[in-house]
């Protein structure tokens, strides 16, 4: 009896599931299940710079041949204008983040010419030692030891040691094989 109860319960939750899922679907907007990549919002390349970087946005919203007005004043870098190309129909511009910009997110707007419709978009600001690479230095301390240490003496002392061994196992092997012992 315990078991139909589980099973039940587990249909009653898939089938809540699967209604929830598709109810979401046919609420979401008709026009948006056609749209393609660029279209309705505003791309902006780097999305993550430094201060003082150039910055390109672009957006297929406005339609083709049509301008747009640019506006990166959040991050303190003014107006600027995205001029169509022949590109899908994009209006493409372009910024400098001022170098005195602070690190944090800041939202990038572009106004349609024709149409009047406002596009948004996201830039990162970091500060350039937060982007750089970091190389690691030194050695990794493992335990095992390696060919060289940090102390040349005892480098030194340690390939003496060894090729003093050397030898003695030589001349005692030599020795065995003529039969004087050892």
Request: aromatic content about 2%; glycine content about 16%.
């Amino acid at each position: 009896m315990r078991r139909r109860t589980a099973r039940t319960a587990a249909r009653l939750l898939t089938g809540t599931a699967l209604a929830v899922t598709t109810a979401a679907g046919l609420a979401a907007p008709a026009h948006a299940a056609g749209t393609t990549a660029g279209v309705g919002r505003l791309d902006v390349y780097p999305s993550t710079a430094v201060p003082g970087g150039q910055v390109s946005v672009n957006t297929a919203a406005c339609g083709d041949g049509e301008a747009a007005a640019g506006d990166a004043g959040a991050v303190g870098a003014g107006r600027f204008p995205l001029a169509p190309t022949t590109h899908d129909g994009e209006a493409i511009g372009q910024f400098q983040v001022p170098p005195s910009a602070q690190p944090g997110t800041y939202e990038i707007v572009a106004e349609c010419a024709a149409n009047g419709r406002r596009i948004t978009g996201d830039l990162v600001v970091v500060l350039a030692s937060d982007r750089q690479a970091v190389h690691p230095r030194g050695s990794v301390k493992t335990g095992v030891g390696g060919a060289l240490g940090p102390d040349p003496v005892q480098t030194a002392a340690g390939v003496a040691a060894l090729a003093v061994a050397a030898a003695g196992g030589t001349w005692l092997l030599h020795r065995r094989a003529r039969g004087d012992g050892i």
